[in-house]
């Protein structure tokens, strides 16, 4: 399924191919492969009723050299299971498939069962999100990936598919899955941003982009690319922006706040029901980028139903907000599905209950929640929204900051122990070092260090930077998680999504600080990339947006807002005011606490690129003129081709 964080979005049971394995010549099979890919997306989200039955439990074990060495000494079998909490066709395969007693005689005879939470554990989600969730993998006791599973499966078929691949693996017709492919790295870093901003450009429509997927980067980059080349820029543009947007503000659920995760239709209408915090700060930041253009207030008015519907339902104790709330409601009879429930008054709701929530709160989302929260701060000057930002980073970096310097992704709270999780969260590595977190959180500290000048923020920054070192991989990008005891057997790898955060935060740390050096990383990571179809493998537009937006923000370089003068002068934080009033990632706006910009009397700001600095201005609507000036540029470097062939990854 084509859309926004493709890998999330089919933990809903959206269609797609059955299995991915080597050809048997099974009629039948092939024949129940295209009849469920042919399915809709409504009936695939659809509830089952939960199989009640007791049976004897499949004894799940992690992802750990002990699952693998037993396989290997027992010549079984590897059955993973890989998926997210909030996942409506996971949970039922664990509460109907997974409790089938023929299915588990058969696993608990014939093979090792490992499960991965994907949120928990990023690095192996990466893995196996091109066929999640869940994503089945049957692998050999060597480790080779013999059949993938995508979504849910009936017991019977189930089963039937397990004793096939087994048939063949103890006969020796084996051959290897392979992933879809992607493209090549390339150091021609503009053809690349031409790639990414036309692969975008064949997804838009009047309605956005994707399937109606929630995607803040594509928004984000077509307002970037209205202030670099005007309103006549090809490619994502800001109709598109705006009508996205405001496809969002459609699934806000109108008596309890917050939006559902996604439509049922590429035109908004309809809706799955369930709300995932990483739902909400991707339509947070959405709605700040077209907030300038968007007169009718439709999407600043549904940010304040997200907001509510965060503090009211989402936030933990610790001041992290939690994942999911799930499309199960304890109460609901039979004959009404979740989506009935998502229509009754809120008081009618409360009859049967409320929904489900994973209190497990993850790092990356949070960060992102963050950044959404001070990017409206950015668009409106609402002060409500960077307390919110604020207050969530420093609960982050309470919560979550190591000993050893980096972020953790999860923990394991008293909440989190009560949950009926599908998937424990493992111990271990919830010390482990992941890539993500510490770019995404770290892009917002950086955000947050620019609206309030506390250099607090900048040193956190700074320190996740330097972990990144500790993932440094061979051709200049960051593997996805510091090394594993089952590396030989599943090599490490370098995921394009995160690594295109990871040159958006050393771009953005560069311009904070001056160092050119993390300009230079950046770079080494943009051409470790392999292309636009590797950035939208797991996370559709949005994953192609990230990397576009990074592509652009090396080619067209940062906008550096300089302010002289006291730092409680009213004169000059209407100055830094008016600079952190432009939204696009280029521009970085500060005081100019080391002397580089002769002072005056009265407070002025300098706005320079690398070529050009502007004279000294002291009148903040002049100000915005001139960061609007630098900003904008004559030469298309990303330009959409006018008749460019197809990109389909």
């Not at 963050?370 to 409106?380: I, R």
């Amino acid at each position: 399924m084509a859309g926004y964080r493709t890998r999330r979005m089919r933990s809903n049971g959206a269609p797609g191919p059955e299995e991915l394995s080597p050809p048997r010549g099974a009629v039948a099979l092939a024949a129940a492969a295209l009849a469920i890919a042919a399915a809709v997306l409504a009936a695939s989200c659809a509830p089952r009723a939960p199989n009640r039955t007791p049976a004897a439990a499949i004894t799940w074990q992690s992802w750990e050299p002990a699952a693998f060495e037993r396989a290997a000494a027992e010549h079984k079998l590897i059955v993973v299971d890989a998926g997210i909490e909030g996942c409506t066709a996971c949970r039922d395969m664990h509460e109907e498939t997974f409790r089938d007693p023929a299915v588990v005689a058969w696993m608990s005879a014939h093979a090792i069962s490992i499960s991965v939470d994907a949120d928990a554990q990023p690095d192996l989600g990466e893995r196996f999100d091109p066929w999640g969730w869940p994503a089945i993998g049957i692998l050999a006791p060597s480790g080779q990936t013999l059949w993938m599973i995508r979504g849910y499966r009936a017991a019977p078929r189930f089963l039937a598919i397990l004793q096939e691949v087994e048939a063949d693996f103890r006969a020796g017709k084996t051959s290897e899955v392979k992933e879809p492919p992607v493209g090549v790295a390339s150091s021609d870093l503009e053809g690349a941003c031409r790639e990414a901003v036309s692969w975008l450009d064949e997804r838009g429509g009047e309605h956005g982009w994707g399937r109606g997927s929630v995607a803040e980067a594509p928004v984000q980059l077509a307002m970037s690319r209205r202030a670099a080349f005007g309103a006549d820029a090809k490619g994502p543009n800001e109709a598109q922006a705006r009508a996205h947007a405001l496809g969002i503000a459609k699934l806000v659920d109108p008596e309890w706040g917050g939006i559902f995760v996604a439509p049922t239709a590429p035109d908004w209408s309809g809706f799955i029901p369930e709300k995932r915090t990483w739902t909400q700060a991707a339509a947070l930041s959405s709605f700040a980028a077209v907030a300038g253009v968007e007169r009718s207030g439709q999407a600043l008015a549904a940010a304040a139903q997200i907001d509510r519907y965060l503090q009211d339902v989402m936030k933990g104790s610790d001041g992290l907000y939690m994942t999911t709330e799930a499309e199960q409601v304890p109460n609901l009879p039979a004959e009404l599905t979740a989506v009935d429930y998502y229509r009754l008054r809120g008081e009618e709701r409360l009859k049967y209950g409320r929904p489900v929530l994973d209190h497990a709160a993850y790092t990356a989302e949070n960060g992102l929640l963050a950044l959404g929260y001070l990017q409206l701060y950015q668009a409106t000057g609402d002060d409500l929204w960077l307390r919110r930002g604020r207050e969530l980073l420093d609960a982050l970096v309470a919560t979550r900051m190591t000993t050893r310097g980096f972020l953790r992704q999860a923990a394991t709270t008293a909440d989190v122990q009560r949950d009926r999780r599908l998937r424990e969260l493992v111990p271990g590595d919830e010390g482990k070092l992941f890539l993500r977190p510490q770019v995404q959180v770290g892009y917002a500290l950086l955000r947050l260090h620019e609206l309030t000048g506390e250099l607090t923020y900048l040193e956190i920054a700074v320190r996740l930077a330097a972990e990144l070192k500790k993932l440094a991989a061979t051709d200049g990008g960051y593997t996805a998680a510091e090394p594993r005891d089952t590396d030989k057997l599943f090599p490490p790898r370098a995921p394009a999504f995160d690594n295109a955060w990871a040159a958006r935060f050393l771009l953005a740390l560069a311009a904070a600080t001056g160092d050119e050096a993390y300009r230079a990383e950046a770079a080494g990571v943009l051409r470790s990339i392999k292309g636009v179809a590797a950035a939208a493998r797991s996370e559709g537009v949005n994953g192609a947006g990230v990397y576009a937006l990074a592509l652009h923000e090396y080619l067209l370089g940062a906008v550096d807002v300089s302010v002289t003068g006291k730092l409680d002068d009213p004169r000059g934080l209407a100055l830094r005011q008016a600079g952190l009033r432009e939204l696009d990632g280029r521009v970085f706006a500060h005081f100019d606490t080391h002397g580089k910009y002769p002072t005056s009397e009265a407070p002025t700001a300098y706005v320079c690129t690398a070529t050009a600095c502007s004279s000294p201005q002291s009148d903040p609507l002049a100000l915005r003129r001139r960061i609007t000036d630098a900003l904008r540029t004559h030469v298309d470097l990303c330009q959409v081709p006018s008749a460019s062939a197809s990109l389909t990854p």
